[in-house]
């Protein structure tokens, strides 16, 4: 019986010399990093063109240097372009690689310090280094190519992502420690439910943003990540006892709509309004809200309302009355953000989170934790744009020369890396101190810190954005090839400057806190 079983063949091996023979338009080689492509019939297909091929140092020779200069290492991991290699140069071995799932990046400042070699810290634990060793392998494996993909075709994010996350119980975790891991097996028993910390949770978002998607991020949950707390610390135990699971499981997506057309920040200025039935039984929710991030496929609206005693928090389900449409945003539309009318929707006064008129005080119990999660998310991508330009500057060579050996290309990645090094360490900081207060003492300690720490990081982000661009010149406007993702953090990075309050709102809530707090004895 015949064998249906794959082959495996070792590569053809050619010498240099072989090689350099094929050097004409009816037989065309190269070699790309020791491995042998022919590009005879491909030449008219490229996306380069043909000509390129016909430059004096290409036909039959090594075009490596030439090659790093005008592509992504993914390029040659297509398969259409695998099939491209006919086999080996003898005795040499490939040296180049792209993307190595699960590892860390040798790249200098392409981690945080923690994450780099012979460097110590006083915050990180064995534990923490463990989790970021399984964090990353999971993005890497299972996030990163979906991300990819629905950046691409703008479709939100796949099931079996939101299912595999709530294998490990991470849809859980990002609402930081607390009552609401008792019980789960997080990350497969890696940490227990009592000993997650908030570093944890900044592993979590840091290894996240690291699939160089901010819409498919946002995707994953943001929703959750704001729409959910108010249900966690307000909600009534029933309602809690329903929701939390079926969202923590990931087969429920629940969204905060609190800004409208109207009114964003201005929640007295909100014109949905609930108003109670005759027998004081149900909520009649009318009215519109707007930039609702995964409102296009949230089960569950966690809703700002006017009511007769002011503003208040209403947990309003999917179905008869409501409607959510996608808004094009600058971003790709895997985030689900949608318009959402909500018209004479009946909602069982149950669902009222915290007191009837308490609604202010509802949402502002979590924005320290919301701007916190920000702050960890921005850090990491401005690293992002640290290894895009430390590789582009240091592969592209303009004047024979590498982009690097030109002062004023390292004095931008000077002022990158110092930028992103001083935002983490402030958030490492930040994060010890949240680790080590109550709730109620991060709210009134920290919320000055992180309102600032949060105004500096997007700050620091938009100029890295701008220096990133500038480095890559014309690719950093172009949204595939080699500058697709500082394209990319530029094209979103005003978006985290606007979440969570406006930059200058919240330098101006940090140093109002600071004026309270000043001693009343102390003169110069
Ligand atoms: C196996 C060999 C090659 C493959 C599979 C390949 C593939 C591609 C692809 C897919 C693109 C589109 C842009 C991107 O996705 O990055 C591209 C662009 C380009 N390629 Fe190639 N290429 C090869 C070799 C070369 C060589 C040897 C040269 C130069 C001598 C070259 C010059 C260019 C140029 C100038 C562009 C346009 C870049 C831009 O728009 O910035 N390619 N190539």
């Given at each position: 019986?015949?064998?249906?079983g794959?082959v495996?063949?070792?590569p053809?091996?050619?010498t240099?010399?072989?090689?350099?023979?094929?050097n004409k338009?009816?037989?065309?080689w190269i070699?790309?990093?020791s491995k042998?492509?022919?590009v005879?019939?491909?030449k008219n297909?490229?996306?380069?063109?043909?000509s390129v091929?016909f430059?004096?140092?290409?036909p039959?020779?090594?075009?490596?240097?030439?090659f790093?200069?005008?592509?992504?290492?993914?390029?040659l991991?297509?398969?259409?372009y695998?099939?491209?290699?006919?086999?080996v140069i003898?005795g040499?071995?490939?040296?180049i690689h792209?993307k190595?799932?699960?590892?860390l990046s040798?790249?200098p400042?392409?981690?945080?310090a923690w994450?780099?070699d012979?460097?110590k810290s006083?915050?990180?634990?064995e534990n923490?280094?463990?989790?970021?060793a399984?964090?990353?392998?999971?993005?890497?494996e299972?996030i990163?190519?979906?991300?990819q993909a629905?950046?691409?075709d703008?479709?939100?994010?796949?099931?079996?992502?939101?299912?595999?996350?709530?294998e490990?119980?991470?849809?859980?975790?990002?609402?930081?420690?607390?009552?609401?891991l008792?019980g789960?097996?997080l990350m497969?028993g890696?940490?227990?439910?009592e000993?997650?910390d908030?570093?944890?949770?900044l592993?979590?978002?840091?290894e996240?943003v690291?699939c160089?998607?901010?819409g498919?991020?946002?995707a994953?949950?943001a929703?959750?990540?704001i729409?959910l707390?108010?249900?966690l610390?307000?909600?009534s135990p029933?309602?809690k006892?329903?929701?939390?699971p079926e969202?923590f499981?990931?087969?429920?997506?629940?969204?905060l709509?609190v800004?409208e057309?109207?009114a964003g920040?201005?929640v007295?200025?909100?014109?949905t309004?609930?108003?109670k039935?005759e027998?004081?039984?149900h909520?009649?929710i009318?009215?519109?809200k707007?930039?609702?991030?995964n409102?296009?496929f949230?089960d569950?609206?966690?809703v700002?309302c006017k009511?007769?005693?002011?503003f208040?928090?209403?947990?309003?389900?999917?179905?008869?009355g409501?409607?959510?449409?996608?808004?094009?945003?600058?971003?790709?539309?895997?985030?689900?953000t949608?318009?959402?009318?909500f018209?004479?929707?009946?909602v069982p006064?149950?669902?009222t989170l915290?007191e009837e008129?308490g609604g202010?005080?509802v949402m502002?119990?979590?924005?320290?934790?919301?701007r916190?999660v920000?702050?960890?998310?921005?850090a990491r991508s401005?690293?992002?744009?640290?290894?895009e330009?430390?590789?582009?500057?240091?592969q592209?060579k303009?004047f024979g020369?590498?982009?690097?050996?030109q002062?004023?290309?390292r004095?931008?990645?000077?002022a990158?890396?110092?930028?992103?090094e001083?935002v983490?360490?402030?958030?490492e900081?930040v994060?010890?101190q949240?680790?080590n207060?109550?709730?109620?003492?991060?709210a009134?300690k920290?919320a000055?810190?992180?309102?600032f720490?949060?105004?500096?990081?997007?700050?620091c982000?938009?100029?890295?954005?701008?220096?990133g661009l500038?480095?890559?010149g014309?690719?950093?406007?172009?949204q595939?090839?080699m500058g697709r993702?500082?394209e990319?953090?530029y094209?979103?990075v005003?978006?985290?400057?606007l979440?969570?309050?406006?930059e200058?709102?919240?330098?101006d809530?940090g140093?109002?806190?600071?004026?309270r707090?000043?001693?009343?004895?102390?003169?110069?």
């Open positions: 019986m015949a064998s249906t794959t495996f063949q070792e053809r091996t050619f240099r010399e072989e090689v350099a023979k094929h338009e009816g037989d065309l070699i790309i990093d042998v492509y022919d005879t019939r491909f297909l490229h996306p380069g063109g043909a091929f430059d004096d140092d290409i039959g020779q090594d075009a490596t240097d030439v790093f200069g005008l592509h992504r290492f993914e390029v991991e297509r398969p259409q695998q099939r491209l290699q006919i086999g003898a040499e071995k490939p040296q792209g190595v799932d699960g590892a040798k790249v400042y392409a981690e945080p994450l780099t012979g460097f006083p915050y990180f634990t923490h280094r463990k989790f970021q399984a964090m990353r392998k999971f993005v890497d299972v990163y190519p979906d991300a629905r950046e691409a703008g479709k939100r994010p796949t099931q079996h992502v939101f299912d595999r996350m709530a490990l119980n991470l849809h859980a975790m990002r609402m930081g420690p607390g009552k609401h008792k789960l097996t497969n890696l940490v227990k439910p000993e997650f908030y570093f944890h949770e592993i979590i978002s840091q996240i690291r160089g998607a901010r498919y991020g946002d994953l949950n929703g959750c990540v729409g707390p108010p249900v610390n307000f909600g029933e309602l006892a329903r929701v939390i969202v499981s990931g087969k429920k997506f629940i969204c709509a800004s057309a109207h920040s201005d007295f200025g909100l014109q309004t609930a108003t039935t027998d004081g039984k909520w009649i009318t009215g519109t707007k930039w609702i991030t409102g296009t949230a569950y609206f966690t700002g009511t007769e005693d002011g208040t928090v209403i947990l309003v389900e999917r179905g008869e409501v409607e959510t449409k996608p808004i094009k945003t600058s971003y790709s539309s895997t985030a689900g949608a318009y959402i009318t018209d004479h929707v009946k006064v149950e669902n915290g008129g202010i005080f502002l119990s979590n924005f320290n934790h919301e916190w920000m702050c960890c998310c921005s401005q690293r992002l744009v640290i290894d330009c430390m590789k582009w500057t240091s592209r303009a020369k590498p982009l690097n050996s002062p004023v290309v004095a931008k990645l000077a990158m890396i110092a930028r992103t001083s983490q360490n402030w958030l900081n994060t010890y949240m680790c207060m109550s709730y109620k003492e991060q009134s920290l000055g810190q992180i309102a720490l949060k105004m500096y990081t997007t700050r982000g938009q100029e890295t954005a701008r220096d500038h480095l890559f014309g690719r950093g406007v172009t595939s090839g993702f500082v990319h953090y094209r979103i005003p978006f985290d400057a979440l969570g309050g406006a200058d709102v919240l330098a809530l140093v109002r806190q600071a004026i707090a000043m001693p009343k004895d102390t003169k110069l």
